[in-house]
């Protein structure tokens, strides 16, 4: 018989603090002190798996979703890449779109392949089986463990595959520019918790997606901003999508 309850209290129940506030401070990001974090996600993970109950507070479905908002982004690009096309260039912005969207294009369409090429259904199933459970916010700010684990944000929780933990943590800090070995850091994850070659690849293709490129160039046309900000923030964004993974 399925029980029914709060998230919250669920947690409690998992013996996870909700709290307030705790102290980060002074934690430098470096691969050791990420591979101790993801230590703590894999501990979060598997204490709210595969839970038998009906939550009060209704928990989102974000399954798939992440990959689906890929795919709608880069049709987009391609119908801006079109537009471009037929009515041609009319400043420095759109010039600079115009010259690298092919490219980019290639590289969204290459980081969804591998996606699909490396069993991303059969990782979907087995977290719908698992009701596997994701933070929303996995770094240091959100996550800790004091002899027992702390959560501040519980809000962002989502049924989800556990690999999107590791991706977003990951892409917080390779936007930024910190000069980290992503692909030992999937590895590690991985390795953590209990994952195969599979969900290495899902995350690295989800790593190479040139997610800040899409952003900006598909987002152009509802901004009230001018061609001069929009080419340094098309700049910037090129900046912060780095290198691919694969």
Do not use: W
């Not at 703590?40 to 009906?54: L, N, Y």
């Not at 049709?75 to 096309?85: H, S, Y």
């Amino acid at each position: 018989m399925m029980t029914i309850v709060t998230f919250e209290q669920y947690l409690k129940d998992k013996n996870i603090d909700i709290v307030d506030k705790f102290s980060y401070d002074g934690i430098a990001v470096n691969e050791e002190n990420l591979i101790k974090q993801m230590k703590i996600i894999d501990e979060f993970h598997k204490r709210t798996i595969g839970g038998q109950v009906i939550f009060k507070n209704r928990l989102e479905n974000t399954i798939g979703k992440l990959v689906e908002d890929f795919k709608v982004g880069l049709k987009k690009l391609k119908r801006e890449e079109q537009v471009l096309k037929s009515k041609g260039v009319e400043n420095k912005f759109e010039m600079l779109l115009l010259n690298n969207v092919e490219f980019y294009i290639e590289r969204g369409e290459k980081s969804i392949k591998t996606i699909y090429d490396n069993g991303y259904l059969d990782l979907i199933r087995r977290s719908m089986k698992n009701k596997e459970i994701c933070l929303g916010i996995e770094d240091f700010v959100n996550l800790t463990k004091d002899n027992i684990l702390q959560i501040k944000s519980p809000n962002k929780c989502s049924y989800d595959m556990v690999e999107i933990d590791c991706f977003y943590l990951l892409r917080k800090y390779k936007k930024k520019k910190y000069e980290l070995d992503y692909q030992k850091l999937i590895r590690e994850f991985c390795s953590i918790e209990s994952l195969m070659n599979d969900s290495y690849s899902f995350i690295a293709g989800l790593l190479s997606y040139p997610y800040e490129f899409v952003r900006i160039c598909t987002r152009y046309r509802k901004k009230d901003l001018t061609p001069e900000e929009c080419f340094e923030k098309l700049i910037r964004a090129m900046r912060q999508d780095g290198d691919s993974l694969i």
